[in-house]
């Protein structure tokens, strides 16, 4: 079994590509220190379209889950074309706060409950 899940493994409405989001985010998951053995699901809502972008990150019972909207990743000048850099910063992003949810803010309030000052300040 893979470490990285990415939902839905196949896009229909943008031309991203699920194992290129895969590798991206076990490259980044090794360099944020996120433990090896902490499986990754990531999931995209590709029907959300710039400029609706968001992004949470938690941790249920072991395991990362990350959530973007389609338009984290899509390239602003070439719409529904992934923009490799984007979702570099996007991953690291949300992997970070993973990390962190692992290594002591385990009692912090999940992503949706955060203000704006709190995931800013994080």
């Given at each position: 079994m893979a470490r990285v899940e990415v939902t839905p493994e196949q896009f229909t409405?943008?031309?991203y590509d699920a194992g290129v989001i895969a590798g991206l985010a076990e490259e980044l998951a090794t360099k944020v220190g996120l433990p090896?053995?902490?499986?990754?699901?990531?999931?995209?809502d590709e029907e959300l379209p710039l400029p609706l972008t968001?992004?949470?990150?938690?941790?249920?019972d072991g395991r990362a889950e990350l959530w973007?909207?389609?338009?984290?990743?899509?390239?602003?000048?070439?719409r529904t074309t992934f923009n490799e850099q984007l979702a570099r910063t996007d991953l690291a992003m949300e992997l970070f706060r993973a990390r962190d949810r692992l290594e002591g803010f385990s009692?912090?309030?999940v992503d949706e409950e955060l203000t704006?000052?709190?995931r800013a300040a994080w």
């Open positions: 409405l943008v031309r090896d053995d902490v499986p990754i699901h990531i999931e995209i968001g992004s949470t990150a938690d941790v249920i973007f909207s389609g338009a984290n990743f899509e390239d602003g000048r070439h009692d912090a309030p704006d000052a709190q």
